[in-house]
Structure formats: C-alpha cells, structure tokens
C-alpha cells in the first residue's frame, strides 16, 4: 500500500507559481503510476497530469500543457507539479494519486487510481 501526502498549495496572484509536492510512503514507490487531478468547487474531478512509474512518460490536459511539469523522484518518494503562468481557472483543490501500475502507459480516468491523497488548496487570484 500507498499512502499520499500533498503539499505546497496556496493563495498566489495570476502569473505566479507554485510548485506542489506528494510525498509517498512504502518500499514499492517506484512501482507506481502516478498523477494529479484537480477539482474546482461545482465541477468534477479533472485528470491534471500523469507520470509513469520510472518518470520516463508524461501526459497533460491541454489546458496545462506548456504551463505545468509532472516530476518524480523515487528516491525521495515524492512527485511533484511544477505550475507557471497560474491563471484563474487553475484554482481547485489539486489531488495526487497512485496505482500499482508499471507499463509505460498514462491512465487519465480516476478510476485508474486506488490510492490519493488528501488534497491541497491552490487559490489564484485575478
């Protein structure tokens, strides 16, 4: 098993950055698909970005795409979400996620993912 811990949300202005953090327990990290998604109050849950388990592929939303990078760092444990140029819209709960998985595929549904973190608030500002 997995357990998730997010970190490094908060309130920050429209062009700023943020960086967020998941870290990861168990012996086993390496062997996990991850990703993020987010969800915006009144809105469902959105896939964000994905990241296979040794870091080699990575898949984005279009609506992040140039704007935010998917890392990993399995000797830490931990993912990360890089996110530049923050707009508005970027506001929601961001959540990360894990599955036992070691294809090199991105899965973006969320029901592709049994293990998930608690959730951190990114709030940005017009």
């Known amino acids: 098993q997995v357990q998730l811990v997010e970190s490094g949300g908060g309130l920050v202005q429209a062009g700023d950055s943020l960086r967020l953090s998941c870290a990861g327990s168990?012996?086993?990290?390496?062997?996990?698909?991850m990703a993020w998604f987010r969800q915006a109050p009144g809105k469902e849950r959105e896939f964000v970005a994905g990241?296979?388990?040794?870091?080699?592929?990575?898949y984005y939303v279009d609506s992040v795409k140039g704007r935010f990078t998917i890392s990993r760092d399995n000797a830490k444990n931990t993912m990360y979400l890089q996110m530049n140029s923050l707009k508005p819209e970027d506001t929601a709960v961001y959540y990360c996620?894990?599955?036992?998985?070691?294809?090199?595929?991105?899965?973006?549904?969320?029901?592709?993912?049994?293990?998930w973190g608690q959730g951190t608030q990114v709030t940005v500002s017009s």
């Open positions: 996620a894990a599955a036992y998985r070691t294809q090199s595929f991105i899965v973006t549904a969320s029901s592709g993912y049994n293990y």
């Open positions: 990241i296979s388990w040794s870091g080699g592929f990575t």
């Open positions: 168990g012996r086993t990290f390496s062997s996990y698909a």
